[in-house]
């Protein structure tokens, strides 16, 4: 098993910026991707961003030059840092992990339990 815990949500005025970090933790032999997606409410959920192993990202247009994606591959960690946020940016953000078991197993998705950002003033 593999648990995603995620931290930082929070409210935040419009303009402002939060840090979402989240660890991965459990049976873990190697970690394809890890990213973020968001779920506002009435909305289906979206992709925010996500990074693979080896640094390579993939982001929405409504969120490139305000949020970064980072990971840190010794610890299980990827973290968001979201700079010049919009009310359009309230959501309940979740932690996304494509998580390999055993060398030779096949991954499996995992998602965190999320955290709320909301945006206001």
């Known amino acids: 098993q593999v648990q995603l815990v995620e931290s930082g949500g929070g409210l935040v005025q419009p303009g402002g910026s939060l840090r979402l970090s989240c660890a991965a933790s459990?049976?873990?032999?190697?970690?394809?991707?890890m990213g973020w997606y968001r779920q506002a409410p009435g909305k289906q959920r979206e992709l925010v961003a996500t990074?693979?192993?080896?640094?390579?990202?993939n982001s929405a247009d409504s969120t490139k030059g305000r949020f970064t994606i980072s990971r840190d591959n010794a610890k299980n960690t990827v973290a968001l840092q979201m700079n010049s946020l919009k009310p359009e940016d309230t959501a309940v953000y979740s932690c996304?992990?494509?998580?390999?078991?055993?060398?030779?197993?096949?991954?499996?998705?995992?998602w965190g339990q999320g955290t709320q950002v909301t945006v206001s003033s």
């Open positions: 459990g049976s873990i032999f190697s970690i394809n991707v």
């Open positions: 996304y992990a494509v998580v390999r078991a055993t060398r030779w197993g096949r991954a499996y998705d995992y």
């Open positions: 990074i693979s192993t080896e640094g390579i990202t």
